[in-house]
């Protein structure tokens, strides 16, 4: 069964902190793995790594993936209060026929002032 | 560009009703998936559906259906609902569907959060 596991589940940190936000996946036909930020509803995209190894940057916000060890972070610094949200990766696998997205359960994350 | 809209945006149903959502994907968009999330599960995929046509299924029961239609607006239906339905349903588009495509950015709506009594 295809399984995408995030930790910590909730995180409290300050203004100025920075954060790493864990993703583990077990999936199988792997292609791709994805970081969304959902705020209120609609959760909205922030990165998508394929090659491993390789850092993905925007702003404060980096990421990266380790094929090998089947898993990816998420780095943010200089945390601001607008960066409180849930967290959520998935991992995109497609084969013949067949493409889904299987989302963890999300990293809450709240920045105090 | 209008994003994805879904409507309702809140509802309360019971107990073996049945309830239809509905999703209008991004303008140009031609493929959209539904997802149920609940504090307990997160995100769990429902369908995809591309040209009308039903392309990948979660693991839900039969009471959990889906349709699009040719201006690929989606609809979700449950029949016979239960406590445990009670849910944000999120509805996602994005451009094509294609095995090859490579990339897996979708874009949500708001969702409907459906409350079971």
């Known amino acids: 069964e295809d399984k995408v596991v995030q930790s910590p589940l909730s995180l409290v940190v300050h203004e100025g902190d920075t954060v790493t936000l864990n993703c583990s996946y077990e999936?199988?036909?792997?292609?791709?793995l994805l970081w969304y930020k959902q705020e209120k509803k609609a959760p909205t995209f922030l990165f998508m790594l394929t090659s491993s190894g390789i850092e993905k940057k925007s702003g404060r916000l980096s990421s990266i993936l380790d094929k090998k060890e089947l898993f990816s972070i998420l780095n943010i610094t200089a945390t601001q209060t607008g960066d409180s949200a849930v967290y959520l990766c998935a991992a995109l696998l497609m084969d013949t026929g067949r493409r889904a997205l299987t989302f963890g359960s999300g990293t809450r994350l709240q920045v105090q002032p | 560009k209008a994003g994805v809209t879904q409507t309702p945006r809140y509802l309360i149903k019971t107990r073996g009703q049945q309830v239809t959502l509905s999703c209008s994907p991004i303008?140009?968009?031609?493929?959209v998936s539904w997802y149920q999330q609940t504090p307990g599960q997160g995100l769990q995929f429902l369908f995809e559906y591309f040209s009308e046509t039903q392309r990948n299924k979660g693991n839900f029961p039969g009471r959990f259906s889906g349709r699009q239609f040719s201006n690929s607006r989606s609809e979700m239906n449950v029949s016979t609902l239960e406590l445990g339905d009670s849910a944000l349903y999120l509805c996602?588009?994005?451009?094509?569907?294609?095995?090859?495509?490579?990339?897996?950015?979708?874009?949500f709506g708001e969702g409907s959060r459906l409350t079971v009594l």
């Open positions: 303008s140009g968009h031609r493929s």
């Open positions: 999936v199988t036909n792997f292609r791709s």
């Open positions: 996602a588009s994005r451009p094509e569907w294609r095995e090859s495509a490579n990339t897996g950015e979708l874009f």
